[in-house]
T-cell receptor, first 109, second 110 residues
Framework: DPKIIQKPKYLVAVTGSEKILICEQYLGHNAMYWYRQSAKKPLEFMFSYSYQKLMDNQTASSRFQPQSSKKNHLDLQITALKPDDSATYFC????????FGAGTRLSVL | GQQVQQSPASLVLQEGENAELQCNFSTSLNSMQWFYQRPGGSLVSLFYNPSGTKHSGRLTSTTVIKERRSSLHISSSQTTDSGTYLCALDPYTGYQNFYFGKGTSLTVIP
């Protein structure tokens, strides 16, 4: 059974719209992360959270906002979507070892 | 990405050949992890290896902190080993954070 659940698996959005990517982990980890991987770029670190607090943000755009309503949740809200935002977004968590969810593949038309 | 350099960028092997993948880092090291990713797939952890040598089947990971490098050795490669191999560095910053190299794309041909 997957221990890091990402929803939805696939997402199609129109330019200018807003979407929320869901991530829940059942590993009991305190640290959670978002990474992005687009077709022509390597895996890119976006955010890290520890105990529901933002530890690091390497995403230049404020259109990307993580939301942590519970210790084991770290959702990602993306506003004013652009075609360049098309990518697979991976959620991860760690307690020493890093584990990944299956990803949400976002396509912005 | 700038803290972690992986080589080679791509590699093609004949089935049965061995491979040595390198990961060099420019910062202090808290931990090092190796991952495998199929095209379009998620990342699967192969090794959590902050120092020394670890084995798992045909895979061996060696991290030498003083030399700021980690390697992944694949012996007797199989076509199912094809995919991308990534290393991830957790530098010592007071909290865990993982930075990835650009990966090595491995293709094993029969």
């Amino acid at each position: 059974d997957p221990k890091i659940i990402q929803k939805p698996k696939y997402l199609v959005a129109v330019t200018g719209s807003e979407k929320i990517l869901i991530c829940e982990q059942y590993l009991g980890h305190n640290a959670m992360y978002w990474y992005r991987q687009s077709a022509k770029k390597p895996l890119e670190f976006m955010f890290s959270y520890s105990y529901q607090k933002l530890m690091d943000n390497q995403t230049a755009s404020s259109r990307f906002q993580p939301q942590s309503s519970k210790k084991n949740h770290l959702d990602l809200q993306i506003t004013a979507l652009k075609p360049d935002d098309s990518a697979t977004y991976f959620c991860a968590s760690s307690q020493n070892t890093l584990y990944f969810g299956a990803g949400t593949r976002l396509s912005v038309l | 990405g700038q803290q972690v350099q992986q080589s080679p960028a791509s590699l093609v092997l004949q089935e049965g050949e061995n491979a040595e993948l390198q990961c060099n880092f420019s910062t202090s090291l808290n931990s090092m992890q190796w991952f495998y990713q199929r095209p379009g797939g998620s990342l699967v952890s192969l090794f959590y290896n902050p120092s020394g040598t670890k084995h798992s089947g045909r895979l061996t990971s060696t991290t030498v902190i003083k030399e700021r490098r980690s390697s992944l050795h694949i012996s007797s490669s199989q076509t199912t080993d094809s995919g991308t191999y990534l290393c991830a560095l957790d530098p010592y910053t007071g909290y865990q954070n993982f930075y990835f190299g650009k990966g090595t794309s491995l293709t094993v041909i029969p």
